[in-house]
Every structure is written in structure tokens, then in C-alpha cells.
């Protein structure tokens, strides 16, 4: 009896000794969301740095767009990031999601990229045939 009573003791102590880290927000963004948003960030980060010229020609801010786009608010986002992030196990399979993601995407956007070149070679190549079998415009007939 008293070896259970000592057991019951030590898991209560192990149970209610488990606090949260961080308090979760009011407005709490869901966790799929969250990913979304993140994922959409990285997206355009690599824009941004791939490409500048692109978001500063539509005048596109990304924060301020994934703001509009979920109709949240940076303070909003900031805790939620910090809620999320505070559960560093639940934090790194989020983010090995969106690196999936990304893969997956990446190897669509490459295999369009291939296609788009064989198209364009095609075209260069039909061209030049053409051009070879035009007529001389030099000669009088």
C-alpha cells in the first residue's frame, strides 16, 4: 500500500509540475494556418532575394500581403509564432511540413521549367529550318 501511495504521489508531482511555457493567445492562429502562412513567407522571401525586381515592381510587401491574405495582424502572428515555437518538437515537424512542401513544388516548378525550354528550343530550331529553306532574295527571277 505504501509503495503505491508513493507512486500515485510521485506521477501527480510529474503531472501538475508541467507547465506551459508560454500561455497561449486570445486569437491563437490554428496550426494548419500557421503553416500556410509560414510556407507562403518562405515563398516569397525567395522571391524577394532570387528576384527583387519582381515584388518591387507590383509594390508588394510580403508581410503586409500574408496579413491581408489571412486577415490577421502582425501582433497576432507574433504570439502565435511564439506559441507555436515554444514546443520546439511540434515546431520542427511544422516546419519539416513546409519543407516538404517546398520540395514537392520545386520539383513541379522545374519539371515546367524543362518543358518551357524544350518548347523554346523547338521553336528556335523550327525557325532556323525555316530560315535555311527561305528563299534567296538577292537573285532575280
Known sequence: ???????????????????????????????????DIMYDLSVLDAIKYQNPASLDTFKINSRDYIFKKYKIDSAQFAKSNVYYASDYNEYKIMFEQISKRLETNKKSVDSLVKLQKKKKNAIIKKRAKQAKIGRDTTKIE
Open 1 to 35: 500500500m505504501r509503495k503505491i501511495i508513493t507512486f500515485l504521489t510521485i506521477i501527480t508531482l510529474l503531472v501538475s509540475c508541467k507547465e506551459e511555457v508560454v500561455n497561449k493567445p486570445e486569437r491563437l492562429i490554428e496550426k494548419d494556418v500557421m503553416i
